[in-house]
């Protein structure tokens, strides 16, 4: 298997050699053996998963009025208001 990632200066070429030489369920007869992943689906294939089965989160979840402010490493609203403090 042969990975090829970009990090914003340059590609890296990654490889691994399976025991078996290939994936059970991948791929399939007739199936070419490129695919495009995001991150946790290759993580999930390089340690022997099956990404098309696994269950996992949505990748973005959609953020809902009245949802809870972000807080500071204090527990503190973050933000412009938090700098100045209160008067």
Request: a positive charge; one cysteine or more.
């Amino acid at each position: 298997m042969r990975l090829l990632s970009y990090d914003g200066q340059g590609f890296w070429l990654c490889e691994k050699r399976l025991s078996a030489g290939t994936f059970k369920w991948w791929p399939r007869a007739g199936q070419q053996g490129v695919a495009r992943m995001n991150v946790h689906e290759l993580q999930l294939l390089l340690w022997n998963g099956n990404p098309a089965q696994a269950q996992a989160a949505p990748m973005w979840r959609p953020i809902t009025a009245g949802a809870e402010p972000h807080l500071g490493h204090r527990g503190e609203p973050a933000g412009p208001q938090a700098a100045h403090g209160s008067l």
